[in-house]
Every structure is written in C-alpha cells, then in structure tokens.
Nanobody, 125 residues
Framework: QVQLVEYGGGLVQAGGSLRLSCAAS????????MGWFRQAPGKEREFVAS????????SYADSVKGRFTISRDNAKNAVYLQMNSLKAEDTAVYYC??????????????????WGQGIQVTVSS
C-alpha cells in the first residue's frame, strides 16, 4: 500500500520560515515525480512546487517562486518543501503527491495518483 505522510506544518508569523517533509512508502520512489499542492478554505487545490524523479528539474507556481524550494532525497524516500518569507496568503492545507513519471517536474494535479493526508500551514499577519 502506498502511503505519503506530511510533517512540519504549524503556525508561523508572516516573513518567517517553515519546512515541510513528506515520507513515502510502498512505492519505488525514484520512479515518481513528487509535488506539493495546497488548498485554502473556499479555494481550489493549487499547484505549489514539483520535482522530477532525479531532482534535476523543479517547477514552482509564480506565487511562491523565489520563496519556496522543493528538494528530494531518494535514499530516504522523502521530499521537502522549504518555505521562506511566508505570507498570510500561504495559509492552506499542504499536500504532497506522487506522479508515475520520469520525464519532468509535473505541475498538473490530474497527473498525480498518490496523495498525502495534508498538513495545515497557518501564517499570521
């Protein structure tokens, strides 16, 4: 059974930093692109960042580019999202997800087949 579990959410002040982690199990991790998505109350789920199977390619939403960094450690079956210069509008439930692709850092949620349970990130202003 494939399982993705997020860690590291919480409450931070605007301008602060937070690092999210996602531990994957039950899959050949290096065969998957990994992504982070988020959903705020009353909003659609949106793409945040993604990373290719090898970590060679990354992609970011315009709203987070320059502030967030995605990385992965295939030896640990883990993907991370370092979030800096946080803004109130970053408040959301963050999800990690896996897509069965070795061709790039995918950005469309429809391409991701496994999802974590989500973790709350709240940024106070």
């Amino acid at each position: 059974q494939v399982q993705l579990v997020e860690y590291g959410g919480g409450l931070v002040q605007a301008g602060g930093s937070l690092r999210l982690s996602c531990a994957a199990s039950g899959l050949t991790f290096s065969s998957y692109a990994m992504g982070w998505f988020r959903q705020a109350p009353g909003k659609e789920r949106e793409f945040v960042a993604s990373i290719s199977w090898s970590g060679a390619s990354t992609s970011y939403a315009d709203s987070v580019k320059g502030r967030f960094t995605i990385s992965r450690d295939n030896a640990k079956n883990a993907v991370y999202l370092q979030m800096n210069s946080l803004k109130a509008e970053d408040t959301a439930v963050y999800y990690c997800a896996a897509a069965p692709s070795r061709v790039g850092a995918l950005t469309s949620s429809r391409l991701y087949v496994y999802w974590g349970q989500g973790i709350q990130v709240t940024v106070s202003s």
